[in-house]
């Protein structure tokens, strides 16, 4: 039976929830094994289990199965005990199943789980923690897991492809990462995580998404739908129609994991099921979303050591919805566009697509009006054409995808004319090139054009003179003094010399680079107020269902290429980690003080400390606030305020180091360290703090929803192993131990563990499920029971109307009643 509970801002409702026959059949792990294929199926593909899978599994409960952990990976084994065995403190004897061996192991190789007794909570002793069966049979519940489980434990084989992880008997982190890898070898690219979704990032076109697969969600409530991003996606359409609150769907995981894939899957589904007039899916609706992934794959992808077709840019994309739940309008907001990759990106690294289909576009009479039928030999941005014919010819027909998106997305010629003429004029000033003066030259302000005949060109295409175009790329730096340097992908002692006491100067170099990027964030600006023209509508519109896609977590060594992280990378994993901190929030740090709050016990004392330290210093701001504007003998003053011992995040520390004269990138990094750096004795590396962006104001308000996408292996954009350190895909040599007990033995595809271990733990996945089986997971306020309910007390809506709002629910005796009498109505949702 559910246990609803009436808490301070609402309702609560714990899980198991009582479930429908059919649910049942879909959801307990301990009675039934399903013999379908794909996470796409439904009950129908549930078998019961007979006697005898059951007796097997009561046997191996019995047996002691644990997962004895090794650095690369882990392997199933059974805890030996008897009164004889006397082992040193800390030391357990375990066989290996795979080849009998006999071993004796710490206690810490051997995977934790839960062992303290929750009692209470849930009102039957087998609720320790541990083991969650929807079958509403203790009495087996009972005799596996007793009220303190005393070793840790490795889960049935019947749990191998569990759909939901926070379903396993035994919740740990090798048990998971079983779970996962049974799933993948399967191809079940799907497993929810509680109330979250994880994708492990497929190879290939996977057959699971299709218009004819999304009408099967459609309608659905989540817990009828197996794993699917459209199950999410419907889960998120649904708790808006029901709530008519906005809704945001965040996608987190490494670079190359899944999530643009995801993003788009997730609009698809949207557009689709509600933007549906009668059966029929709009083509407007579609093709617009079509035509705008085409837009921003051109313009704010790259391919990068990580991923072949990386997202170098943070989006929010906003379905909002009218009273009937179709699709009134929709927008895009931009930010943190890696708009210095027109420039300078690491080595090995690519520009913007765009560049690359503008060079290959075989319509002559616009490479003539452009100027690009003679290339020139040097380019100093590195934005040369693709040399194989295959690619080119791709390219090419890319262009014309462009060009046509563009035309859906209701882009004038005029207008798609403007866009080629920056681009090709961003090219001609690569072409160009900048002097490499001495600094006593850059003094005497000689910064100018390497090749003055493709200058030539850019201004022509950008409508002015050369002597302006000059003149606003490298005059005006002058008397500024204040201006920023670009610290990225920073090479050569050369560019690194400042003007004595007036500020750092920029490089002709560096003054070319500022003009093209700037360029570059100007248009690609454009382009999507462009689109968002298009999206709008006049329509009213309710609610939204928001989606977040921000480029991955990223480490250059991890893609095989041994540098630090640019600058430009850092505020990527920067943002990251924000959304990643926003999920520990929402799905543990804030249920956690509620429970609190109600004096419901729950145990989690083994849990690891948070490690977000780097997001905590981060938000360290300055008490005193610098103004960038202050005039230049003030900048003395900002000298001593600036320098102070206050630890101030990565940023402030940038604005300020930015004002003071004379300030170098060397006087930054020493702040930094000083601030965050390495103490004495103290192992841990610098922690590089940022302050927070916008971003996670705009979805905090909203109902979230978040899928975490895994990458399965390390591999680079061309399909390599990214680096010898993470081909370290866990092979038995490695691990001492004979095949049939590792990650890819047994035919499954090949799954890097150590780097999925990896993801898991990053990902806090495990304290979300723990928390969400032991607690109260299904929250409703007040506000919403009533909104929903109160069409059963016609007469109290009568008396207060429809919005009346009281401070303390619980006062309310009449409320309270009417809760009360539809507490059961919450369960089987109307
Ligand atoms: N669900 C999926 N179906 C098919 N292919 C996928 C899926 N997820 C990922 N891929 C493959 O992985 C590649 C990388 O995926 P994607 O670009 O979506 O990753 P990402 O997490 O958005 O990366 P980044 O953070 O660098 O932008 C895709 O080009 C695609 O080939």
Not at 75 to 103: C, F, I, M, W, Y
Not at 155 to 176: F, K, M, Q
Not at 404 to 425: F, H, N, R, Y
Not at 707 to 721: I, R
């Amino acid at each position: 039976m559910p246990f609803p509970r009436l808490v301070k801002e609402g309702l609560s409702v714990a899980r198991p929830e009582a479930p429908p026959v059919t649910h049942l059949l879909s959801r307990c792990p301990c009675l039934l094994s399903r013999t379908g294929s794909d996470s796409l199926s439904f009950p129908s593909l549930w078998q019961v289990k007979t006697e005898e899978q059951i007796a097997a599994e009561e046997a191996w409960y019995e047996t002691e199965k644990v997962w004895l952990v090794h650095k690369d990976g882990f392997s199933l084994a059974t805890q030996l005990k008897s009164k004889e065995l006397s082992l040193p403190e800390g030391k357990l004897r375990v066989k290996l199943d795979h080849d009998g061996a006999v071993l004796d192991v710490d206690e810490d190789d051997v995977e934790k789980v839960r062992r303290r007794l929750v009692e209470g909570t849930r009102g039957g002793p087998c609720w320790a923690g541990q083991a969650v069966c929807w079958c509403g049979r203790p009495d087996l519940l009972l005799r596996r897991c007793p009220p303190v489980c005393p070793i840790p434990q490795a889960n049935a084989p019947s749990c191998d492809r569990l759909e939901d992880l926070a379903s396993l008997v035994y919740l740990n982190e090798s048990s998971v990462l079983h779970t996962l890898r049974q799933r993948h070898g399967a191809s079940l690219l799907h497993t929810y995580a509680g109330p979250s979704l994880l994708v492990l990032s497929p190879r290939g076109a996977p057959a699971v998404y299709s218009e004819k697969v999304m009408h099967m969600f459609k309608g659905c409530r989540r817990e009828d739908m197996g794993p699917h991003i459209y199950a999410v996606a419907q889960t998120a359409y649904r708790a808006m129609l029901m709530s008519r609150q906005d809704q945001s769907i965040i996608l987190l995981g490494s670079s190359g994991s899944g999530k643009t894939t995801s993003c788009q899957h997730l609009v698809q589904y949207l557009a689709t099921i509600a933007g549906t007039s009668g059966n029929k899916v709009s083509p407007d609706v579609m093709d617009k979303w079509q035509a705008l992934s085409t837009l921003l794959e051109a313009f704010g992808n790259s391919p990068t050591v990580m991923n072949g077709n990386a997202t170098r840019f943070s989006q929010i994309l906003s379905l909002d919805f009218d009273q009937a739940g179709q699709v009134a309008s929709a927008s895009i907001q931009t930010m943190l566009l890696e708009k210095l990759r027109v420039a300078r990106r690491p080595a090995g690294e690519a520009t913007f697509n765009v560049f690359y289909y503008l060079l290959a576009c075989g319509d002559g009479t616009l490479r003539t009006e452009l100027h690009l039928n003679h290339l020139a030999e040097n380019n100093v941005f590195g934005i040369v054409p693709l040399a194989k014919p295959e690619e080119k010819q791709k390219a090419a027909q890319q262009f014309s995808k462009l060009q046509t998106a563009m035309k859906v997305l209701g882009v004038s010629p005029d207008e798609q004319k403007v866009c080629w003429l920056i681009l090709a004029a961003i090219y001609h000033l690569g072409a160009a090139g900048a002097t490499k003066e001495a600094p006593e030259e850059q003094a005497a302000g000689r910064r100018q054009f390497a090749r003055h005949e493709w200058a030539q060109k850019a201004a022509y295409l950008l409508g002015c003179s050369l002597e302006e175009l000059s003149s606003a790329i490298f005059k005006h730096h002058h008397q500024g003094g204040t201006l920023q340097r670009s610290t990225s992908f920073r090479q050569g002692p050369e560019e690194s010399s400042l003007g004595e006491g007036t500020g750092p100067k920029l490089s002709a170099l560096e003054c070319l680079e500022g003009m093209a990027s700037g360029l570059y964030s100007e248009l690609f600006t454009l382009l999507i107020s462009l689109a968002n023209r298009a999206l709008k509508s006049s329509q009213h519109s309710l609610c939204s269902v928001m989606i977040v896609d921000t480029p991955g977590f990223q480490n250059p060594e991890q893609g095989g290429s041994a540098r630090g992280a640019s600058f430009e990378e850092l505020c990527h994993n920067y943002a990251q980690d924000r959304l990643q901190r926003l999920f520990h929030e929402r799905t543990f740090v804030q249920e956690l003080e509620r429970y609190k709050e109600e004096n419901i016990e729950l145990a989690f004392d083994d849990l690891e400390p948070a490690t977000d330290d780097s997001v905590a210093a981060v938000d360290q701001a300055s008490h005193q606030s610098l103004d960038g504007s202050r005039e230049r003998q003030e900048l003395e003053g900002v000298r001593s305020l600036a320098r102070t011992d206050e630890a101030r995040g990565l940023l402030w520390l940038l604005e300020e180091e930015a004002l003071v004269p004379g300030a170098t990138e060397d006087t930054l990094l020493q702040r930094l360290f000083s601030y965050y750096g390495p103490q004495e004795g103290d192992k841990k590396g610098p922690i590089l703090p940022l302050r927070q962006d916008a971003l996670i104001d705009t979805v905090k308000k909203s109902k979230l929803h978040f899928v975490h996408c895994f990458l399965p292996v390390a591999e680079g954009w061309a399909g390599e192993p990214r680096s010898a350190a993470s081909r370290r895909v866990s092979s038995s040599s490695e691990l001492d131990l004979p095949p049939g007990e590792h990650c890819e033995a047994g035919g499954l595809l090949p799954l890097d563990v150590p780097l999925l271990r990896a993801q898991l733990r990053g990902s806090r996945l495990l304290d979300a499920m723990r928390m969400y089986r032991q607690g109260y997971p299904d929250h409703m306020v007040f506000s919403e029971f009533r909104r929903r309910f109160d069409v059963l007390a016609p007469h109290l809506t009568k008396k207060h109307g429809r919005n009346y709002i009281v401070v303390d629910e619980r006062r309310n005796r009449s409320v309270n009643q009417c809760a009360g009498e539809t507490r059961s109505d919450i369960l089987s949702e109307p």
